[in-house]
């Protein structure tokens, strides 16, 4: 005859369930917020670029798809770089907290508790776009389904990320 541990009481499991949702609702804000942050630098690049664009055009020293395509390859590029910047080099810099982790009041570590190494950073940023499926909803189920609350780039990378008493 064998025993199974008895079941936790449904308070301790609606309880743990809100947790679990409140991780990943702040995940998902400081993920808006991060991006939201590259964007808008993309935009204010794209601007710049189409503003030094048009007098170029008008004078004739390039062709006239320079006002298109001059601001769209900007704009991609400076979000692209910024993102890069903002998943991987602030970190580093900061003890593991993004711009959008700083205001949700979140950190990345490692699974023993230490600062993540660069390397780490790096894939969780590539996995970013397996997390980013379905706009979000693969990492938000794995978040919710996972003993410690990690997407699949922190899954893969050794890192976890836990609210931040403080904050350096």
Known sequence: MTTSAPEPPAADRAGELAERLGMAGRRAVQSVLDWALAVGIGVFAALVAGLIAIPLVQW???PPKLILWGPAITFLVATQACDIVI??????RRNGVTPGMLVMGLRVQTLRGGRPKARAYLI?????TVDGLLL???AFVSIVAT???QRIGDLVARTLVVRADHVD
Do not use: E, N, Y
């Open 87 to 92: 998943q991987i080099w602030v970190p580093v």
């Open 124 to 128: 969780r940023w590539v996995l970013l």
């Open 136 to 138: 979000g909803l693969v």
């Open 60 to 62: 004739g020293w390039v």
């Open 147 to 149: 003993k410690r609350r």
